[in-house]
Nanobody, 118 residues
Framework: EVQLVESGGGLVQAGGSLRLSCAAS????????VGWFRQAPGKGREGVSC???????TYGDSVKGRFTISKDNAKNTVYLQMDSLKVEDTAVYYC????????????WGQGTQVTVSS
């Protein structure tokens, strides 16, 4: 069974840092890209970052220079290091996986809440 489980969310003050984890089971990252998305209350889902099966990474404009995506193949886990957090980063963060080369995400986690206070 394929499963993605996010962890690491919480409450942090503006300017602080958090590291989110996305633990995968039932598949490996050899053939999958993993993305992070977020959804704030009353807003649509936003793409945050993505890491490909060959470790190429992309970032949304709103997080460039502040967030870093990485992965540990041995642990089958993808991380999102979030620094210089802003109040507007408050959202539920989801990780998702898609077959490398495709655009649709096949698997989604349940999400983890990140709240940034002023």
């Amino acid at each position: 069974e394929v499963q993605l489980v996010e962890s690491g969310g919480g409450l942090v003050q503006a300017g602080g840092s958090l590291r989110l984890s996305c633990a995968a089971s039932g598949f490996t990252f050899d053939d999958y890209a993993v993305g992070w998305f977020r959804q704030a209350p009353g807003k649509g889902r936003e793409g945050v970052s993505c890491i490909s099966s060959t470790d190429g990474s992309t970032y949304g404009d709103s997080v460039k220079g502040r967030f870093t995506i990485s992965k540990d193949n041995a642990k089958n886990t993808v991380y999102l290091q979030m620094d210089s957090l802003k109040v507007e980063d408050t959202a539920v963060y989801y990780c998702a996986a898609r077959t490398q080369g495709r655009t649709d995400y096949d698997y989604w986690g349940q999400g983890t809440q990140v709240t940034v206070s002023s």
